[in-house]
């Protein structure tokens, strides 16, 4: 009797689950029709075919519940709130379309979603608080959109997130203190905004930054040496902002770092000794600052690095002959500074060289004979320097040139 009873507990909890099981698929499937129709998406609902067998949809190791939606690159436009009744989606990618209106609050719901890509859409309004509720997110992507307003407070609750991107849109206010504190973030870009105060001092503190890229907004201060600290950052970019003080000696400690952009700002002083150990560095760009001294020779270490990019600064002294030793260096651009000496020969080793720019500086002597030793030489620009003699007859060896300034 007991095992009857018991059996027909079981059985009841079978059958109730199975009805619960099916009310979903139903709901899922009526949603995603709903969904189908609202957005014009064709190959939806054809010959009674299975859902989970729809273009753009992944289902659950038991072809039940939708797990992934992927939607990008159809031109689709219309309401997308009704995607929020998927309620098992992880996967959710709305990417280049022509979605117009508010981000739908009621994205916030969806509790099992790891991955969230809403953009290069015409998205507007400001960023809903209740993204913030999305507690298992990883990767969150605004960018390219029309949104506004700051960056609501109420993300911090995202303790996953990995990637954090909403670069090219109109958001305002400051970068939050919490982003320092997001212990798994590995990518944050939010260039080409209107995002003003200074870079929280703790970010890169607690988490193995990688990329940062925060060109073009209003940002004051200096650079965190936080950044820096754990060594993980890969690439840097802070290009057109306010910003000022020095590049941080602790730089050197980031051997993987491939790119160091923060030209446009007004960064002071004078380049770390330590670059010499940023192994990976192909890209330094720091232009139009107030940086002085002497161009380190610490930069003939990074054997990777292909533009160096100093122009109109305070630079003095003489080109470092050392840096004929970088066979990658594609562009030297050191225009605009107070830089004196001759044109060193060494540099006419590096044959990849393609723009060698030496412009409005205090540079002497004579243009070298074998000047067009670096037969991929494109652009030289000598002009307003104290250079004198004859031009070399062998510049018509440059076969690639395409502009020469002498003047």
Known sequence: MAFLCLFTILLAGFLQGSQLVIAQLLHDENTLLAIGNELG???????????????????????????????SRRGLQGNVTLISELKALKWLDLSFNNFHWSIPPTFGDLS?????DLSWNKFGSSIPTELGRLGNLRSLNLSNNWLTGAIPDELEGLKKLQ?????????????????????????????????????????????????LNLHSNQLEGSIPKNIFSLGKLEVLVLTQNKLSGNLPELVGNCKGLSNIRIGNNEFIGSIPKAIGNVSSLAYFEADNNNLI????????????????????????????????QLANLQELIVSGNSLFGEIPASILRCK???????????????????????????YLLLGQNSIRGDIPHDIGNCLKLLELQMG
Not at 112 to 116: G, I, M, R, V, Y
Not at 173 to 198: C, D, H, M, Q
Not at 354 to 370: A, M, Q, V, W, Y
Request: net charge negative; hydrophobic share 35%; proline share 5%.
């Open 293 to 324: 001294g002497e161009i380190v020779p610490e930069f003939a270490q990074c054997s990777n690095l292909t533009l160096l990019n100093l122009a109109s600064n305070g630079f003095t002294g003489t080109i470092p002959p050392e840096l004929g």
């Open 163 to 211: 990637h954090f991107q909403c670069f090219t849109n109109r958001l305002s206010g400051s970068i939050p203190i919490w982003v320092g504190n997001l212990t798994n973030l590995r990518v944050f870009t939010a260039y080409e905004n209107e995002l003003g105060g200074k870079i929280p001092d703790n970010l890169g503190s607690v988490s193995e930054l990688e990329l």
């Open 112 to 116: 099992e979603l790891e991955f969230l």
């Open 352 to 378: 990849n060289l393609n723009k060698l720019d030496l412009s409005n500086n205090r540079f002497n002597g004579t243009i070298p004979e074998d000047i067009c030793n670096t037969s991929r030489l494109q």
């Open 41 to 71: 998406l064709s190959g939806w609902g054809l010959n009674n075919s299975d859902y989970c067998s729809w273009p753009g949809i992944a289902c659950d190791s038991n072809n039940s519940m939708v797990e992934k939606l992927d939607l």
